[in-house]
C-alpha cells in the first residue's frame, strides 16, 4: 500500500474523476473530494454544486481577485464559471434532497458492510455538526465516499457495522481509497479494484467488513 | 408612506434580551456584520440564534459567540468555531444540530405559514429522535416542525426604500427564507435605492415582508 500523504490524495481524486461523467451535477465534499475535480479527463466537465447555493461553482480565484460574495461550502473563496447559477438555502438543498445531483463525493469516519457511512460526529470528541451532509447522502443519485483505507493509527474504517452515529439509512454506492475501489451491493461488500502497489492480503488486512472477492479482480487503472 | 430605514442607533431599540433570532450567513458570507456589531456593543443576551452554522471567532455570527451573548443555538454545523464548542462543551450554551437542508426547510414552512415539512433527511438516525414518522405512497419521512423568530437580521445586496431586496452569489443562502419567518425582519443593505430602482424581476424578497431597512457599507 503507498503511504506518502500526497500519492494517497492523488490517487484516491484521480480513481473517484472517473466516476463522474459530462454534464453531470457534482457535489464535493471538504478535503480529498475537492481535489477530484483537477483530475478530470479533458472530454467530461461537470456542473459544481455548492450547498451555500450555486451551480456552476469554479475553483479558487488568483489573489486580489476574490469576491467576498463569492464562496464555497467551506468559507473559502471561489469562482463561478460563465453559465453559473446562485440561488438560496433552500433552492440549493431542493437539487440535493430532490434527486437532481447526480452524484456527491464525501469524507467519511466509518463505512460499514450495509454501505451505511457515519461522517458527522464522534459521541464526546467532535462534534461539527453534520451540515450538508445527511440531505447528500440521503438524496443524491450516487454516493461515492473518498476516503484513505485506514485511520491514522492504521485501524480499520470499513468495518462490520458503524459504531458511530450514521449520516442516512441509505447505502453509499462506491468507496474509493488509496487501497481498493469497492461497490456496496445487495450481497455485500464487493471488492473491484486493487490500488497501485497494493495486494489483496493487504486490503484484506486492512478492512474488518467482509468483503467479496471476484475472479476478475483488477488494478486500478490509474498511473501515480 | 412608512419610513424604513433605521439608523444604526435605533436598530438596537428593536431588540431585546433573550430574543430568537434568525440571523442570515452561510460562515459569515451574507451575515449582517454591522447589525452584530451593535447587538455585541450594547450586550444584548440570552440569545437563541437561529443560522446556518456560528461562522467563525471573530467573524459573523462568531462574534456573538465570543462575547457569551448566545444562549442556545440552532444550526447545522459548528465545525469551524471552536469557541462554540467550548461553550457547548463547557455546558454554558447550548447547541441543537439540524440538517442543513432541513434547517432551510423548517424556517421557510415558518414563514410560508406550513406547519412543518416531511423529509426522509435523518430517518434513522439520532436526527429522528423524539420525533414522528409518517409515511406517504409507501414512503417514510420524518414530521419536522417550522420555525419562526422574534426578529431576523439579514443582509441584502440592494434595497429601494420600500424594502425590496436583491441579493449577492453566495450571500444569498438563508437570507431570503428568514425575511418571511420572523415578527420583524431587519436587513442591512450594501446598497439602498430610490423606489422603483430594482426591477421587478430582480427582487428576490418582496417588500411585504420587510420591516426596516439599515444602511451598511460595501466592503
Known amino acids: ?224 | 408612506m412608512v419610513d424604513k430605514l433605521l439608523k444604526k442607533e435605533d436598530f438596537i431599540e428593536k431588540l431585546f434580551d433573550g430574543a430568537i433570532l434568525m440571523i442570515g450567513g452561510f460562515l459569515g458570507d451574507g451575515t449582517p456584520e454591522l447589525l452584530i456589531d451593535e447587538i455585541v456593543k450594547n450586550g444584548i443576551k440570552d440569545l437563541t440564534i437561529i443560522a446556518n452554522d456560528t461562522a467563525f471567532p471573530g467573524k459573523g455570527i462568531g462574534k456573538l459567540i465570543d462575547a457569551r451573548l448566545v444562549k442556545k443555538a440552532i444550526v447545522s454545523h459548528i465545525g469551524t468555531n471552536p469557541e462554540t464548542q467550548k461553550q457547548m462543551i463547557e455546558g454554558t450554551m447550548e447547541v441543537e444540530l439540524i440538517p442543513q437542508g432541513t434547517l432551510a426547510e423548517k424556517v421557510r414552512a415558518g414563514g410560508f405559514g406550513l406547519g412543518g415539512i416531511l423529509t426522509p433527511t435523518g430517518l434513522g438516525t439520532i436526527v429522528e429522535d423524539d420525533k414522528q414518522r409518517c409515511e406517504i405512497d409507501g414512503k417514510e419521512y420524518l414530521i419536522e416542525p417550522a420555525i419562526k423568530a422574534d426578529i431576523a437580521l439579514l443582509k441584502a445586496k440592494r434595497a429601494d426604500e420600500l424594502g425590496n431586496l436583491t441579493y449577492n452569489l453566495t450571500a444569498q443562502n438563508f437570507n431570503p427564507l428568514m425575511a418571511f419567518a420572523a415578527e420583524t425582519t431587519i436587513v442591512e443593505v450594501e446598497e439602498l435605492v430610490p423606489k422603483g430602482g430594482v426591477s421587478p424581476n430582480e427582487v428576490r424578497t418582496p417588500h411585504a415582508v420587510v420591516d426596516f431597512l439599515v444602511r451598511g457599507s460595501c466592503k
Not at chain 1, 500523504?5 to 459530462?22: F, G, N, Q, S, Y
Not at chain 1, 457535489?27 to 454544486?49: A, C, E, K, R, S
Not at chain 1, 471488492?191 to 493487504?202: I, N, V
Request: aromatic share 4%; with cysteine; proline share 6%.
Open chain 1, 1 to 224: 500500500m503507498i503511504k506518502d500523504k500526497l500519492k494517497v490524495r492523488e490517487i484516491i481524486a484521480k480513481r473517484v474523476a472517473m466516476e463522474l461523467h459530462d454534464g453531470d451535477i457534482v457535489n464535493l465534499g471538504i478535503g480529498i473530494p475537492t481535489l477530484v475535480g483537477n483530475y478530470l479527463p479533458q472530454d467530461v466537465h461537470i456542473f459544481l454544486q455548492s450547498e451555500n447555493g450555486i451551480l456552476g461553482m469554479g475553483g479558487a480565484p488568483k489573489a486580489g481577485y476574490e469576491n467576498k460574495d463569492m464562496n464555497n461550502a467551506g468559507g473559502l473563496p471561489a469562482s463561478f464559471l460563465p453559465g453559473a447559477a446562485a440561488f438560496d438555502s433552500a433552492t440549493s438543498f431542493g437539487l440535493i434532497r430532490g434527486g437532481h445531483v447526480a452524484a456527491t463525493v464525501l469524507g467519511a469516519l466509518q463505512v460499514d458492510e450495509e454501505g451505511h457511512l457515519a461522517n458527522w460526529m464522534i459521541p464526546g470528541k467532535l462534534i461539527p455538526g453534520m451540515g450538508g451532509a445527511m440531505d447528500l447522502v440521503t438524496g443524491a443519485k450516487k454516493v461515492i465516499v473518498s476516503m484513505t483505507h485506514t485511520k491514522k493509527d492504521g485501524s480499520a474504517k470499513i468495518i462490520p457495522k458503524c459504531t458511530l452515529p450514521l449520516t442516512s439509512i441509505r447505502k453509499i454506492n462506491l468507496i474509493v481509497t488509496e487501497a481498493a475501489v469497492i461497490e456496496v451491493t445487495e450481497n455485500g461488500l464487493l471488492l473491484k479494484e486493487l490500488g497501485p502497489e497494493t495486494s489483496l492480503e493487504e486490503v484484506i488486512n486492512s478492512t474488518t467488513a467482509k468483503l467479496i472477492v471476484p475472479d476478475d479482480l483488477k488494478p486500478m487503472p490509474i498511473t501515480v
